[in-house]
């Protein structure tokens, strides 16, 4: 009974850290703690760059709505970087405008790694295919890199339905404002793909089975650098239609993210602040289901030894119950917690792919 005490206690302690005491933490810390950004108003030369495989539907209106950024033109170049598209998709950038960069099927860091090769621009900026910017988004991304601390900056993706109303739930609102905390501490330790941007000379290669999302701000930190979160810099993106498209999408995601925690070298060289971070936001989040796994299983072998565990296995049984008859949040946090396990699942048996094909409906 003793390991199963302490596996109880363990995989308690670490949820209610993770998902909790280190939000709450890094917030209150972020007060009396802030590393400032020195933004300025300077206009660098940009390299905006939209990875793509078979969007021929967006990749024209896309174009169009960067093209209509408040940036000078002679200080912007726009490039969609297809990953072998089967469709119209570079016919159709070509028209709307942008200079296009055709590659063999290797994935969406294989084409941007291409891309950036090829730019000898002062930074280079991303975006996916089915976002939209605000007009002054590029200036407000920019902004943060008069700092010279500052090598990556990544914006805020507003979720929308498809009306254009706001559909961003409680756990989005969440997860930024974790990332503003962490941004005001030291750096953020994710980013999205929607909006973000990195100093052309900071820019690294990576795995193409990684992403950019997870793997470029700790990189930048173990060069002594920072990413740093800009809320002004605006994206605009559709939601998934459902939480059942939502749990695939983080299946998908989270196996990219096992490989980089597996492999990807995270937590050498990192400041002290930061590696707490780290830990505590990644590390950890993406072991809770193993976690609520193992105090689950605890809970079940201890029931009989005390009113706490008996209250604890009550409590997880109402939460995977409310789950079951759809009542929102809990059904949400139980299909992305369950995300994890499956995609760790999916990671030891097959690795990850460095391809994948588009979400259905966020288009």
């Known amino acids: ?13 670490a949820l209610v850290w993770t998902h909790v005491a280190y939000p709450a933490a890094a917030a209150a810390l972020a007060r009396v703690h802030t590393r400032p950004v020195r933004k300025g108003d300077a206009l660098p030369s940009v390299t905006l760059i939209v990875a793509a495989h078979n969007e021929e539907r967006v990749i024209g209106p896309r174009i169009a709505n960067l093209l209509a950024l408040d940036y000078p033109k002679e200080r912007l170049r726009i ?3 297809s990953d072998a598209s089967t469709d119209a998709t570079e016919t159709r950038a070509a028209q709307a405008g942008a200079e296009v960069v055709t590659n063999p099927r290797g994935g969406k860091v294989a084409a941007q790694n291409r891309a950036v090769r ?3 621009s002062d930074v280079v900026a991303f975006t996916d295919a ?11 991304l920019v902004r943060a890199f008069a700092d010279p601390d500052v090598a990556y900056v990544c914006g805020r993706l507003n ?10 739930g409680l756990y989005w609102r969440y997860e930024l404002g974790v990332r503003a905390a962490e941004s005001r501490l030291d750096s953020v330790t994710g980013g999205n793909g929607s909006i973000y941007a990195v100093r052309r000379i900071d820019y690294v290669e990576v795995d193409p089975r990684f992403g950019h999302d997870l793997s470029l701000p700790y990189l930048m930190v173990q060069r002594g650098r920072r990413a740093v979160y800009e809320p002004a810099a605006k994206a605009y993106e559709k939601a998934t239609p459902t939480t059942e498209d939502e749990y695939r999408r983080k299946v998908r995601m989270f196996e990219h993210c096992w490989a980089i925690v597996a492999e990807g070298k995270m937590l050498r060289r990192l400041r002290p602040i930061y590696f ?23 809970s079940i072998a201890l ?10 296995l009550g409590l997880q049984l109402g939460v995977l119950a409310a789950a079951l008859v759809g009542v929102g949040l809990p059904r949400y946090y139980v299909l992305v917690t369950w995300a994890t396990v499956q995609s760790l699942v999916n990671y030891l048996r097959h690795g990850v792919p460095a391809t994948w094909d588009v979400a259905e409906g966020t288009r």
């Open 276 to 298: 707490v971070e780290i830990v505590s936001h990644r590390h950890l989040r993406y072991a809770s289901g193993v976690l609520h796994l193992c105090l689950l299983a605890t």
């Open 1 to 13: 009974m003793i390991v199963a005490v302490v596996f109880f206690w363990v995989s308690l302690a």
């Open 159 to 168: 979720v929308q339905a498809d009306d254009g109303r706001n559909k961003e």
């Open 118 to 120: 090829e730019t000898s």
């Open 79 to 81: 490039v969609v970087t």
């Open 303 to 312: 029931v009989g030894q005390g009113t706490l565990y008996a209250v604890a």
């Open 130 to 140: 089915n976002s939209t910017w605000a007009p002054d988004a590029l200036r407000e």
